[in-house]
């Protein structure tokens, strides 16, 4: 049984006649008829009783016409979906990011454009959103590495600087400023190996020759900022992430130079796909529109 038989035959049965049916379906009428009459000749069956002026289904003919109704109901719901999905009517689009505060503006700014796409946030430092980007579990990462290659596609959402932060009963928490050096009289809370802030950080401290008095590894950037909060040591991070809290204060860097970027990052071999072009089309208009 070929498509095109079972097609001419369900066309027949739904406009009722031969002619209606070509004519529907943009093929000739003997060709049509061909089609239905292989059918029938193939499995020795009659589909339809032919009359002088309209043909009628048999029992036969009825029971094959529910199949086929189910069969291309679903065809007909499989094209819509994909034509919608291809118009970026639906779907869903799934982010990483090291920190969600750089992913909002972003989604904000595609759902006003395309209402109907879910969206669902991850959360992980660089390393780990990377690996997860690599393995399909993502459709794009917010990390604040550059990974423009012959895998990855990149686009940069935003830049600041780094800042310290410190407990609001801090001795230096009345200071504006203070020297990148003071850092290492500590203590000092670094986030775990992976994060861009802490590869930042020591980096700079191999550059002056310096290390840390006293250092506390914090999984997890919450967990991070609670352990400052709590007075244990000496935060970094870039100013675009610290949120307003009466139990922080931030403090501007002296010596130190050092910027933070945030970069939206996909698989080159997924560009072809509509939500992931619509989304870098997005991210385009966002950042020529503020230039």
Same mark, same amino acid.
């Given at each position: 049984?070929?498509?095109?038989?079972?097609?001419?035959?369900?066309?027949?049965?739904?406009?009722?006649?031969?002619?209606?049916?070509?004519?529907?379906?943009?093929?000739?009428?003997?060709?049509?008829?061909?089609?239905?009459?292989?059918?029938?000749?193939?499995?020795?069956?009659?589909?339809?009783?032919?009359?002088? $002026?309209?043909?009628?289904?048999?029992?036969?003919?009825?029971?094959?016409?529910?199949?086929?109704?189910? $069969? /291309?109901?679903?065809?007909?719901?499989?094209? &819509?979906?994909?034509?919608?999905?291809?118009?970026? #009517?639906?779907?869903?689009?799934?982010?990483?990011?090291?920190?969600?505060?750089?992913?909002?503006?972003?989604? $904000?700014?595609?759902?006003?454009?395309?209402?109907?796409?879910? /969206?669902?946030?991850?959360? =992980?430092?660089?390393?780990?959103?990377?690996?997860?980007?690599?393995?399909?579990?993502? !459709?794009?990462?917010?990390?604040? !590495?550059?990974?423009?290659?012959?895998?990855?596609?990149?686009?940069?959402?935003?830049?600041?600087?780094?800042?310290?932060?410190?407990?609001? !009963?801090?001795?230096?928490?009345?200071?504006?400023?203070?020297?990148?050096?003071?850092?290492?009289?500590?203590?000092?809370?670094?986030?775990?190996? =992976?994060?861009?802030?802490? $590869?930042?950080?020591?980096?700079?401290?191999?550059?002056?020759?310096?290390?840390? %008095?006293?250092?506390? &590894?914090?999984? =997890?950037?919450?967990?991070?900022?609670?352990?400052?909060?709590?007075?244990?040591?000496? =935060?970094?991070?870039?100013?675009? #992430?610290?949120?307003? !809290? &009466?139990?922080?204060?931030?403090?501007?860097?002296?010596?130190?130079?050092?910027?933070?970027?945030?970069?939206?990052?996909?698989?080159?071999?997924?560009?072809?796909?509509?939500?992931?072009?619509?989304?870098? %089309?997005?991210?385009?208009?966002?950042?020529?529109?503020?230039?």
């Amino acid at each position: 049984m070929r498509p095109a038989q079972l097609k001419a035959f369900h066309g027949v049965a739904t406009w009722g006649g031969f002619s209606r049916a070509a004519e529907k379906l943009h093929i000739s009428q003997p060709a049509l008829s061909d089609h239905v009459r292989k059918l029938e000749e193939t499995y020795g069956v009659q589909l339809f009783v032919r009359g002088t $002026r309209s043909v009628t289904l048999t029992d036969l003919g009825r029971k094959l016409f529910a199949l086929t109704e189910q $069969r /291309f109901e679903i065809e007909t719901e499989a094209l &819509d979906l994909l034509q919608r999905a291809r118009k970026v #009517e639906e779907g869903q689009i799934t982010i990483g990011a090291d920190a969600a505060i750089h992913a909002l503006p972003l989604i $904000r700014a595609f759902r006003a454009q395309y209402p109907r796409v879910r /969206f669902r946030v991850v959360s =992980g430092n660089s390393a780990n959103l990377i690996a997860q980007l690599e393995s399909f579990e993502i !459709d794009f990462a917010v990390v604040a !590495d550059d990974l423009s290659s012959q895998a990855f596609s990149t686009r940069l959402l935003r830049e600041d600087k780094l800042v310290a932060f410190l407990s609001s !009963d801090h001795p230096w928490a009345g200071r504006h400023s203070i020297d990148v050096t003071d850092l290492a009289a500590g203590p000092l809370i670094l986030r775990e190996q =992976g994060s861009v802030t802490r $590869r930042l950080v020591e980096e700079k401290f191999r550059e002056l020759g310096l290390t840390p %008095k006293e250092a506390l &590894d914090i999984e =997890g950037r919450e967990a991070a900022r609670e352990a400052v909060a709590q007075g244990l040591g000496i =935060g970094i991070v870039s100013a675009g #992430e610290f949120l307003p !809290d &009466d139990r922080l204060v931030k403090i501007a860097l002296e010596g130190w130079h050092a910027t933070m970027r945030e970069w939206l990052v996909c698989l080159k071999t997924r560009e072809g796909l509509h939500l992931i072009q619509s989304m870098l %089309k997005v991210v385009d208009g966002m950042n020529s529109g503020s230039e």
